[in-house]
């Protein structure tokens, strides 16, 4: 799939089969996140792949947004290092391994966004120096997934051509 239909069709998934995704796809996933640019290269970010059933279940069990991350047969989580730039370096790579999954045939969502995620911390041994910005499962569907049925606002709502207000036009 190229990136531009991979970025049309991405839906967030919250059911998952118990179909494990094979150790070659999680390693596409963490690389793609590995790889994302950063603000001067600072690579502010360390990722946690998680893989063990009890684990995914206390994650699912804590996780106010994310009680599905159980069901998941893995999932990331993407603890920061403080920085004026994390989180925007963070999200960028959290996009580009929803987007490499998806390539995949791999579903995902993102649960959590930063503060209130300090309980992960002692749960995978994450420094206390870090802080979770979230927490990414993936897995096949277990539901029939519509690829690019999205509900945007028209082009024209969302985009100007050289100053705002003025009508946006192609090409």
């Known amino acids: 799939m190229d990136v531009f239909e991979a970025i049309r069709t991405v839906l967030a998934v919250r059911k998952f089969k118990s179909t494990p995704v094979p150790d070659e796809v999680v390693d596409r996933i963490v690389e793609a996140g590995r790889?994302?640019?950063s603000a001067r290269n600072l690579q502010p970010w360390h990722f946690v792949v998680v893989k063990n059933s009890n684990t995914l279940r206390e994650l699912g069990a804590q996780a106010q947004t994310g009680p599905y991350i159980a069901e998941a047969p893995v999932a990331i989580v993407v603890a920061i290092e403080a920085g004026p730039f994390a989180v925007s370096d963070a999200s960028r790579a959290?996009?580009?391994?929803l987007l490499a999954a998806w390539a995949e045939g791999v579903g995902s969502n993102w649960v959590g966004f930063s503060g209130g995620m300090g309980w992960v911390n002692p749960l995978l041994?994450?420094?206390?120096?870090?802080?979770?910005l979230a927490i990414l499962?993936?897995?096949?569907s277990a539901e029939e997934v519509g690829r690019?049925?999205?509900?945007?606002?028209?082009?024209?709502?969302i985009a100007s051509s050289e100053r705002y207000g003025q009508p946006y036009t192609r090409g």
Do not use: A, C, H
Not at 125 to 132: A, N, R
Not at 148 to 157: A, E, S, Y
């Open 35 to 37: 790889l994302t640019g």
């Open 94 to 97: 959290i996009q580009d391994m």
């Open 125 to 132: 041994g994450i420094p206390s120096e870090l802080d979770v």
């Open 137 to 140: 499962p993936f897995g096949y």
């Open 148 to 157: 690019g049925k999205k509900n945007r606002k028209p082009l024209t709502d």
